[in-house]
């Protein structure tokens, strides 16, 4: 499940439950019946599985699959130092997944990088203590309970406060801005109507002068 965020600078800020593993793997945020999808990190560099694309010295490529360090392309297996390749390109990831018993905890995240304080997991309900950062699932899945899962994420939402503060302001300006134009179409049209300046000023709270000299072309 996910929470949408303000956009900052055309960075979007959604927050989510983030699985965590003990070898320090996270999970991406989505889950089915072969485990927790885990997430690539930008350097984590060519897995087994994935499609890559070998640039050598000479201006060649080449294209397979990573294998243990090998790439197995069309025309059979080529070691991964053949002709000293300058650059490998991951072009197309493969899927990893971990069952959900391997989960140890969960942290708040956002798609801005930004991680909070994980919490472990318990699988005995004894031993939940949300005080001291300890959350229980003790069947064979990793989903949080509704209350817990709302515990992690408010962390993500005081990360947010100040960005959808200033999003909230910015979206009453703008209303702010469109109710004054509506206003001053609004007089115009009553102006062309046959409406004095006092009546105006009367149903908008100003003198018949102040009317006038606010919205009067000659104002």
């Given at each position: 499940m996910g929470w949408m965020g303000p956009v900052v600078g055309g960075q979007e800020h959604e927050g989510w439950v983030v699985p965590l593993f003990a070898d320090g793997a996270q999970g991406a945020g989505t889950t089915s019946a072969r485990g927790v999808l885990i997430a690539r990190r930008?350097?984590?560099g060519p897995c087994d599985g994935d499609r890559v694309r070998l640039t050598y010295r000479n201006g060649a490529t080449a294209e397979g699959v990573?294998?243990?360090?090998?790439?197995i392309g069309d025309d059979g297996i080529m070691p991964a130092d053949a002709g000293d390749p300058v650059h490998c390109e991951v072009i197309e990831e493969a899927d990893q997944w971990r069952p959900d018993a391997e989960v140890v905890g969960w942290v708040a995240g956002c798609t801005c990088g930004w991680r909070g304080i994980p919490w472990a997991r318990v699988t005995a309900w004894e031993l939940a203590d949300p005080a001291a950062g300890q959350l229980v699932v003790a069947g064979p899945w990793a989903d949080l309970e509704a209350a817990d899962e709302t515990q992690v994420i408010a962390e993500w939402r005081r990360h947010i406060a100040g960005w959808q503060a200033l999003e909230d302001v910015e979206a009453a300006a703008a209303g702010q801005a469109a109710a004054a134009r509506a206003l001053d179409e609004a007089v115009r049209a009553a102006v062309a109507a046959g409406a004095s300046w006092a009546d105006i000023g009367r149903v908008?709270?100003?003198t018949g002068r102040s009317a006038a000299e606010r919205w009067s072309p000659r104002g």
């Open positions: 930008p350097d984590d990573w294998s243990d360090g090998t790439v908008t709270g100003l």
